[in-house]
């Protein structure tokens, strides 16, 4: 089992503002906190860097918090849970270990039995995760004299945390600081060497995984073979909801002219992680460059709601993904904002991953797309048969707004002979070896 889909919804969103209002003691009766408020708890115990017990001052409710948008490596005794490829640039899992404990023992000392702490939820994400506990931000005056330290983000400034890949609205600002403490190789990122990461799969494409896959289409109507270079196989069947019929069912379509292409699956889901086969992480990776005229790292949007979304993905979902990339050299982040600036805005990529998104993108966010695509950006849309309909139809307008004919079709493909078990799988997880080698995109990356 991955530490990741034991944590999977653990973290949540932001707050949108560190100066938030005093706390009004009635708003906290039977654990409903307002969000946006903070509010006066005194800590009871101290689990590991990233749980902390508290008692709210006004009635005595307790609460088990589970720090929002960071990630604390696993201590000695939970180490079965880590994930070693979420650690960029680590490969080292005793080393994590290590530091597991050193958060631990960082937390303690922030917090002994009887500090005074503040605590707020985000208005934008559950309360309680599924274990629980309090998804929540603790504030605590270091000096007593009134200056806040936001204890999440000095996790991450410390190098005893990493930023967790959700829809926090404050991600961004995260990821700036986690970067900022790779640069300077403080904690547990004394041993992160991204450039020198082990190479991983990275042989050339006979076979791709799709699971959930829905077949791609135009808007007006079926695609041409010529821009589809990978087929389900011939013993592939659609189950339609209205959508396109084929005979030959296209699960990736291409539009160079726009420099954008729609891909029908979620082939890098660490959810079927145990069923994935096929080399699904050269081809996304050559069939970005092939659309793309400039470098840099490749992006994956998290911020129109994907995180723990069953149909879309934010980057905590694609770990062995980054891992992959991480051997070719290769950064791969999340941004929750098109229009900010630093070391992890647009402009820095090659590309930006999309995966179907169940807030619709604005005219801003579009425009800086559409600029992005202008200066050599290439955009891959990821959709999934189990996309709700209105994830789906924003997945589709993005493609229009961006200039595209691609859309995502409206049904699902199954295979009761080419599956992830061979034939004896799940007929919704389907494999295919039917790709058209004339696009450049099968060969070894490297």
Known sequence: MHRRDVLRGLAASGISALGLAAADPAMAADSQLEPGT?????????TDGDTVDVTLDSDGTEYEIRVLGVDTPETKRNGKYESVPEWEGIEDDKHLTTWGENAKDYAQDVFPDGTAVQIAVDEAEDEV????????????????????????????????????????????????????????????????????????????????????????????????????????ESTAYQQLSGGVSYDQIPLVGVDESASVAMVGGLSINEAYEDQQTG?????????????????????????????????ALSNEDAVHYQRYLEGQDIAFEQVNTLDGVGDNALSTARAILITNPPQA??????????????????????????????????????????????????????????????????????????????????????
């Open 38 to 46: 903070w509010y006066d708890a005194t800590v009871t115990d101290v």
């Open 129 to 232: 995760d599924p274990y629980g506990r309090l998804l929540a931000y603790i504030r605590y005056d270091p000096d007593g004299d009134g200056t806040y330290t936001l204890y999440n983000r000095d996790l991450i400034e410390q190098g005893y945390a990493r930023v967790y890949g959700s829809s926090l609205t404050k991600h961004d600002d995260f990821w700036q600081a986690e970067h900022d403490a790779q640069a300077a190789g403080a904690g547990v990122w004394a041993q992160s060497d991204p450039a020198n990461t082990s190479e991983v799969d990275d042989d050339p494409v006979s076979e791709l995984f799709f699971p959930k896959v829905s077949s791609v289409r135009t808007d007006t109507g079926a695609i041409d073979p010529g821009r589809v270079p990978v087929f389900a």
């Open 361 to 446: 993108f604005t005219t801003g966010e579009v425009d800086a797309l559409s600029t992005f695509v202008s200066n050599g950006g290439a955009v891959v849309l990821l959709g999934s048969a189990l996309a709700s309909s209105s994830a789906r139809s924003n997945l589709d307008a993005l493609a229009a707004d961006l200039g595209s004919d691609l859309r995502l079709n409206d049904d699902q493909v199954f295979d009761d002979q080419n599956n992830a078990g061979k034939g004896r799988g799940d007929s919704s997880l389907i494999t295919t070896g039917n790709i058209d080698s004339s696009f450049p995109l099968f060969g070894s990356y490297s």
């Open 279 to 311: 080399q699904h992480e050269v081809f996304l990776t050559n069939l970005v460059d092939y659309l793309s005229s400039t470098s840099g790292q490749l992006l994956i949007d998290g911020g129109h709601g994907q995180f723990n979304a069953e149909h």
